[in-house]
């Protein structure tokens, strides 16, 4: 079975872009988790789906992040305008609602905002 | 709120030697208590994980870990490390339960292994 799978793997863009990065969870995993990693503040839960409806977004850090799940095979988090702060490596995690609350992680996305 | 502590952020042991990383939890209903592995460059993957059986839990790669109550504590073990075991740790936590699907991560232990 495919795992999570992310892209780009990694993206250098310019401040002020808009970058926007793509998720494809596992199939039948209906939560979807975007986490932002970066060595200053550890691993940050950003946002989550259940049945692709935003439950928490309390982690998304200003209006500048928005996040989507149109679908139970696709989530999109975008950045606009990006700033050289976004630095960071963003990873998205899936997992099947029943109890067992076993994450799947993705390889991440590295972005470096200059 | 459930919330874990990784004590040490960086963990040095002798290639052979005992691995012991900590992790200490607070919870107000009984866990569920998880060990992830991270190596360079790569997701988080689950090296195991405790769900009220039984207290002893063995994972993968030769690591096991004990869940005790009276301790609030799930540190994590193995009896001689390899040099393949240089990653970080992360110890997380999350309510049993009819509850969200999150889990609470630690900051994490940067395990180092000396040749």
């Known amino acids: 079975d495919a795992g999570v799978i992310q892209s780009p793997r990694h993206e250098v863009t310019e401040m002020g872009q808009e970058v926007t990065l793509r998720c494809k969870p596992i199939s039948g995993h209906n939560s979807l988790f975007w986490y932002r990693q970066t060595m200053m503040r550890g691993l940050e839960l950003l946002i989550y789906f259940n049945n692709n409806v935003p439950i928490d977004d309390s982690g998304m850090p200003e209006d500048r992040f928005s996040a989507k799940m149109p679908n139970a095979s696709f989530s999109t988090l975008k950045i606009q305008p990006s700033e050289p702060r976004d630095s960071a490596v963003y990873f998205c995690?899936?997992?099947?609602?029943?109890?067992?609350?076993?994450?799947?992680f993705g390889p991440g996305t590295r972005l470096t905002v200059t | 709120a459930q919330s874990v502590t990784q004590l040490g952020s960086h963990v040095s042991v002798s290639e052979g030697a005992l691995v012991l990383l900590r992790c200490n939890y607070s919870s107000s209903v009984p866990p569920y208590l998880f060990w992830y592995v991270q190596y360079p460059n790569q997701g988080l993957q689950l090296l195991l994980k405790?769900?009220?059986?039984?207290?002893l839990v063995k994972g993968i790669n030769g690591f096991e870990a004990e869940f005790k109550k009276s301790e609030t504590s799930f540190h994590l073990t193995k009896p001689s490390a390899h040099m393949s075991d240089a990653a970080e740790y992360f110890c997380?936590?999350?309510?049993?339960?009819?509850?969200?699907?999150?889990?609470?991560f630690g900051k994490g232990t940067r395990l180092h292994i000396l040749p």
């Open positions: 405790y769900t009220s059986a039984a207290t």
């Open positions: 997380a936590v999350t309510p049993g339960g009819n509850r969200d699907d999150k889990i609470i």
């Open positions: 995690a899936s997992t099947k609602s029943s109890g067992s609350y076993e994450q799947y």
